[in-house]
T-cell receptor, first 111, second 115 residues
Framework: GDSVTQMEGPVTLSEEAFLTINCTYTATGYPSLFWYVQYPGEGLQLLLKATKADDKGSNKGFEATYRKETTSFHLEKGSVQVSDSAVYFCALGGGYQKVTFGTGTKLQVIP | KAGVTQTPRYLIKTRGQQVTLSCSPISGHRSVSWYQQTPGQGLQFLFEYFSETQRNKGNFPGRFSGRQFSNSRSEMNVSTLELGDSALYLC??????????????FGPGTRLTVT
């Protein structure tokens, strides 16, 4: 079946550092890929998406590129802020008409 | 457009009782999915309903059930509550078909505490 593997957290960075959260997937066909963010006490919010190979999703300074050759969708941001502290989930949709989530990566940004 | 709403937001129940949670999806969305989130197990998929039919199901016991109404609103029921059912229950809606089918929008969740 489909699966998503994310790097283990927590990830602790200083403000203005570069962020990478790795995400790889296993899926049949050509899934859509997503990153969601969950702030403390809230539900998940869609952060960005990509629907086909080589697409780059971007939002709020975050980017991720759909790499079919490496089955990856790594999340990056050039300069993180304290307000980016949250849990980030990678997800794929399309196989068997369902959405599969990774385990989540907690990011803590310190001033 | 109004977002996904879940009621109630907080709930305290006693072991052995049953509980019903409600989810109202974004207008026009025909798919509603339910997830259980706990610190130890992370985000776990319960089930998905599409046009009043259960389309996908996770690995949860039969005590967990759901349904969807003709207006796409969904309810989730847990019977014979156990302490381990304490969790944040999240509902997500999506179009469920066509372009954007898998783009899910989440509600704020219902925090269930079982004592």
């Amino acid at each position: 079946g489909d699966s998503v593997t994310q790097m283990e957290g927590p990830v602790t960075l200083s403000e203005e550092a570069f962020l990478t959260i790795n995400c790889t997937y296993t899926a049949t066909g050509y899934p859509s890929l997503f990153w969601y963010v969950q702030y403390p006490g809230e539900g998940l919010q869609l952060l960005l998406k990509a629907t086909k190979a080589d697409d780059k999703g971007s939002n709020k300074g975050f980017e991720a590129t759909y790499r079919k050759e490496t089955t990856s969708f790594h999340l990056e941001k050039g300069s993180v802020q304290v307000s980016d502290s949250a849990v980030y989930f990678c997800a794929l949709g399309g196989g068997y008409q369902k959405v599969t989530f990774g385990t989540g990566t907690k990011l803590q940004v310190i001033p | 457009k109004a977002g996904v709403t879940q009621t109630p937001r907080y709930l305290i129940k006693t072991r052995g009782q049953q509980v019903t949670l409600s989810c109202s999806p974004i207008s026009g969305h025909r798919s509603v999915s339910w997830y259980q989130q706990t610190p130890g197990q992370g985000l776990q998929f319960l089930f998905e309903y599409f046009s009043e039919t259960q389309r996908n199901k996770g690995n949860f016991p039969g005590r967990f059930s759901g349904r969807q109404f003709s207006n796409s609103r969904s309810e989730m029921n847990v019977s014979t509550l156990e302490l381990g059912d304490s969790a944040l229950y999240l509902c997500a809606s999506s179009l469920g078909a066509g372009q954007g089918a898998y783009e899910q929008y989440f509600g704020p969740g219902t925090r269930l505490t079982v004592t």
